[in-house]
């Protein structure tokens, strides 16, 4: 597909004639870049261009959420306030962040802990930000709002969560019931706890009986390659008809849709160099699967949209669609989530309490990895494991553990130089994820701000810290 263009044309009557669901992606995607931005701008902006639905760039006033370190997410309120549409946005992983990073390791997939514990302070900020922006002495503007959430990578899975939370909130309190339409994009997605799709279907279900009926529409974008949307339990709305929520994917092609296991050609016996060759397509199908950049963003001077990749387009409006979309989504390796419980509890203390460390020592180590992560979690986190259990049947094309996900620090502490070896080896992830983000603010600040912010992606400081993986990667 090319740029559409004519002699006269503005940007946004350019960008209008794409379909209606290159729009939505090229505007949840832009979303999620802006995610990234926000995260390593200093200070942020109080104001910015935002791309629409509708193809064209207003103004919007940002609203960080005041969260755990590690965690950033922001809300937009468009200046003019007869637009209507509030927007929601999570950054993904920061690679030289370990508390970002810690994220990730959670459980029960990627945002799992730290949402429940931000919960209450999110969405006291959003009904904070809705009636101030929309509130006047003259009169009451806040009715018949549009909610839009966007994120990729952990930003999806914190959209994912945030948008059951929202449903909860919406059925059972006043808060939110001036937004009448919530639209969910998450961008190369884990997967949400276990048994979060049946509540969110539940959640769904209780605006009707309540007496608020609410439009949805849930985009999901994918990039056939991609091991991080196999892990994780659950993807909400998968199952759901139609009639509740309109459901969207779409499939980019790079070419990577199986492209590791194609070493694994068995020709004259297992052979360690087919391994070898396995590992480096592995490492380059991850490399070109997951970035946040896949997608569709303005990515000229113009900020006009560009399709780039071949893409398959599914809705469960079309039933022709809809089990190819429920397979899609629910592909999940989870009894190799479940394997790897123990390594991820292990690197999740490594990074989350590295800071408090100042002296190492094995005894106290594993005193405080008890006290800290199976203490205080592991009794409810079996309970819950036990009563939701499920399996769900996948190749051997799909094995991706969570715990194998790049693990960088971003300061040295006498307990992380025990335990340096773990992160070196993935220090060219982490280059790599520096790699995207910054893509992504370029993209950004091409057609947002006259006068760029600073933008800190803490390269200088990552480069003095990694260790290059072997040259052969």
Request: charged share 25%; proline share 4%; net charge positive.
């Amino acid at each position: 597909m090319t740029t559409m263009s004519g002699p006269s044309s503005t940007i946004e009557e350019i960008n209008a004639r794409y379909p209606l669901h290159i729009r939505r992606f090229a505007s949840g995607q832009y979303l999620s870049s802006l995610a990234y931005y926000l995260a390593a701008t200093d200070p942020v902006p109080d104001a910015i261009k935002v791309l629409r639905e509708d193809g064209s760039f207003r103004d919007y006033i940002v609203k960080p959420f005041p969260l755990k370190k590690g965690m950033y997410g922001y809300i937009l309120l468009p200046k003019d306030k007869s637009l209507k549409d509030v927007k929601v946005i999570f950054r993904g992983t920061d690679f030289a962040d370990p508390k970002s990073i810690a994220i990730n390791l959670e459980m029960w997939g990627p945002g799992s802990t730290s949402f429940a514990t931000e919960e209450k302070k999110i969405f006291h900020k959003l009904k904070q930000a809705l009636h101030e922006h929309y509130h006047t002495d003259e009169n009451e503007t806040f009715d018949d709002l549009t909610l839009e959430v966007s994120g990729h990578s952990q930003g999806a899975a914190l959209t994912q969560l945030f948008t059951n939370a929202f449903l909860k909130h919406r059925a059972n309190d006043s808060n939110f019931d001036q937004i009448k339409n919530l639209k969910m994009t998450a961008l190369n997605s884990p997967g949400v706890p276990s048994g979060l799709e049946k509540n969110a279907a539940e959640n769904v279900r209780k605006q009707s009986t309540v007496k608020k009926p609410l439009k949805i529409v849930a985009n999901y974008g994918m990039v056939g390659g991609d091991s991080v949307q196999v892990t994780g339990f659950d993807m909400i709305f998968s199952t759901l008809p139609h009639e509740l929520v309109e459901l969207n994917l779409l499939k980019v092609d790079k070419g990577l849709e199986g492209h590791w296991l194609k070493a694994f050609e068995l020709e004259d016996g297992l052979q360690i160099r087919e391994l070898w060759e396995m590992g480096l397509k592995f490492h380059a199908s991850l490399h070109g699967a997951h970035s946040n950049v896949n997608f569709y963003a303005p990515i000229d001077a113009n900020g006009k949209i560009c399709v780039n990749s071949k893409y398959q387009y599914f809705t469960n409006t079309n039933k022709n669609d809809r089990k190819a979309m429920a397979k899609e989504l629910n592909s999940k390796i989870v009894y190799t989530q479940h394997a790897f419980i123990f390594v991820k509890m292990f690197l999740y203390y490594l990074l989350e309490y590295k800071e408090s460390m100042s002296e190492f020592s094995p005894l106290g180590f594993v005193k405080n990895l008890f006290w800290h992560t199976v203490g205080n979690s592991l009794s409810e986190k079996l309970k819950r494991w036990f009563s939701s259990y499920r399996t769900t049947q996948a190749s051997a094309a799909e094995i991706a553990p969570v715990s194998t996900q790049p693990q960088i620090p971003a300061q040295d502490t006498p307990a992380m130089s025990q335990s340096s070896g773990i992160f070196n080896f993935f220090s060219r992830f982490a280059k790599e994820n520096i790699r995207m983000q910054k893509q992504c603010c370029d993209k950004i600040e091409k057609v947002t701000l006259s006068n760029p912010k600073q933008v800190n992606l803490g390269k200088e400081e990552f480069s003095k810290r990694a260790v290059c993986m072997p040259k052969a990667f």
